[in-house]
């Protein structure tokens, strides 16, 4: 059974950073795509960056490009969102997902967010 958990979101400062944390139990980084996503209130779900499966590639919304990266540590079985010159704009509720195809689509509880101006 595939579990997500998100942690390490809260308040910060324009311009500062943080790291956000997924604890996955039952994920094989070699199937899955983990993929982080964020919502900010009154939004869509937007696609932040992605991490592939087996060669582990990444990809990153225009928006966020040279400011955050995703990385995983196979090891821990976990996978992180290092976000640098936060801004305002960057508010939102962030999830942690992993796509392995078809059906096989996780989700976290998300952490929140907030960067003050």
């Known amino acids: 059974q595939v579990q997500l958990v998100e942690s390490g979101g809260g308040l910060v400062q324009f311009g500062g950073s943080l790291r956000l944390s997924c604890a996955t139990s039952?994920?094989?980084?070699?199937?899955?795509?983990m993929i982080w996503y964020r919502q900010a209130p009154g939004k869509e779900r937007e696609l932040v960056a992605v991490?592939?499966?087996?060669?582990?590639?990444?990809d990153y919304a225009d928006s966020v490009k040279g400011r955050f990266t995703i990385y995983r540590d196979k090891t821990e079985n976990m996978v992180y969102l290092q976000m640098n010159s936060l801004r305002p704009e960057d508010t939102a509720v962030y999830y942690c997902?992993?796509?392995?195809?078809?059906?096989?689509?996780?989700w976290g509880q998300g952490t929140q967010v907030t960067v003050s101006s």
């Open positions: 997902n992993a796509w392995g195809g078809g059906s096989s689509d996780y």
């Open positions: 039952g994920v094989a980084f070699r199937r899955y795509t």
């Open positions: 991490l592939t499966s087996g060669g582990g590639s990444t």
